[in-house]
């Protein structure tokens, strides 16, 4: 079964938002040295992001292709 | 007996009694393989070339998984920091084809931090966003029922990840047997010296005085006796003078706090029994 269909397009769109925001902050971290006190995403939130996140991942670590 | 011998024989104490699991990797600098990972996130880490740098750092670390790792263990990837890193997925895969190891399967557990570790390495900033797991304990209790847990990371420098998800699977009441890593920046854990020379620069400073500083050892025990040398040692490279330590003191008792409220009661409870004995010892 297709990871993604596990998932509301609505979920999906928020783990967009969560990905992109992530990006945003450790880049900056990166950057700069520094990190923000405000964290914009509660733990349930971060965990089902990173759930999805290690679905995707084993599935591309068991196959052989790219 | 001086404090410094009390101080001490609480630590030896408490090491003696603590759940250090082996580290299983080779030890070596970790700077190529740092070049090599950016260079893999930079491509978005195409399967093959992720799977021949896997292959290329297991090459000399065989004899080492397979002596460690057998068919009744249960291989446990950290969660990735970012949600991008497949080597550590491509290792474990890996490690279980080459021991026959099973796999925890994937969505068990779940990062709830939101920087990556390397980005939050101060433990002065990490206080407001602790690497932390949440684990969904029915599935993962049904899988690893009767199987040695064994975490397995990429690479271990300061163990920041790897100890805050053994933290986590203690909290399952399930023991972790050890950390199977591609490369080890340090291998070892603080030694009493370690931390006793730790201890003793805080209190050298006045900022701890002679009361406090058995409670205090304990402290530092909780937030850096399970972790690799190196976190202890970052830390005590920055305390400079009384104004730094004052910063540190304030932050180790804050994350020995933060560890105390994430460890399970039972836990807590046998390390004040281990102080008893150790203090009827004295």
Known sequence: ?66 | MSSGRYIQTILEHLRQHADLPPIIGRKGDARTFREEKLALKAEGYPVRKTRALVKKYMAGNLDRFTQALTADCILVPVPSGSGKNLLTEVFAVELSKLTGASLLSAGIIGKTHHYEAKNNLSILKRVNDPIGYHIDSKAFASETHGKKVIIVDDLIGSGESCVQLKRAISRENVRVHGFANLLTVENYYPTINDLTRFVGRFTSLGVVKDLEALTFAQKVFNTFGDFTRQKMNRVEREIRNEATAIKFKECITRADAQTRRHQNHIHYGHQQQILSRAARAL
């Open chain 1, 1 to 66: 079964m297709d990871i993604n269909s596990r998932y509301s397009a609505e979920q999906l769109a928020h783990f967009k938002v969560i990905e992109q925001t992530l990006a945003e902050m450790n880049e900056r971290a990166a950057q700069s040295g520094e990190v923000t006190d405000i964290l914009p995403f509660s733990e349930e939130e971060l965990t089902e992001y990173s759930r999805y996140c290690q679905l995707l991942l084993r599935e591309r670590a068991l196959s052989e292709e790219d």
